[in-house]
């Protein structure tokens, strides 16, 4: 689900539709703190995309998702994110986070390094209207480790 910017603007935010994405967001959130892979996977779209921008990595689709949730957790396992900002609207959320974590499994092809990761994230989950769930993640992220370039 790929919906072209002007008509993203042209969206009304609607109090429902507000209640709607924000408790997804609440329960997206929830899952990935007690790493309940299905829970994170139950708040997507089936055609939902993961990418890291501006690396270009990408999951699609809930198998997609699986994999990008399986090895993150698996490469940075006491990850947390402590949230310093979000917008909630009708074209989804943007949350912009810390996140800090231990770099104890392979991350894009890159091996562990046992190193501790503290890096300032922004997060966008686009709101997929018809599904009623985000259509996936995109990340930037500056840090080199993160995008596996480093």
Request: proline letters at 7%.
């Amino acid at each position: 689900m790929d919906i072209p910017i002007r008509q993203r603007l042209a969206m009304d935010v609607m109090p429902e539709q507000y209640q709607a994405i924000r408790s997804l967001w609440i329960a997206h959130s929830k899952a990935e703190d007690g790493r309940d892979l299905q829970g994170l996977i139950d708040t997507l779209s089936e055609d939902c995309v993961y990418e890291l921008v501006p690396s270009g990595h990408r999951w699609e689709g809930h198998e997609g998702a699986r994999r990008f949730y399986t090895e993150f957790l698996s490469a940075f396992p006491d990850v947390h994110f402590d949230l310093t900002d979000i917008v909630i609207g009708p074209q989804g959320v943007i949350e912009v986070a810390t996140l800090t974590g231990t770099f104890r499994g392979p991350w894009l092809g890159n091996p562990p390094t046992g190193e501790a990761v503290s890096e300032t994230i922004v997060i966008y989950f686009p709101w997929d209207p018809e599904a009623q769930r985000f259509a996936g993640e995109r990340v930037v992220v500056a840090s080199r480790l993160l995008l596996g370039t480093g």
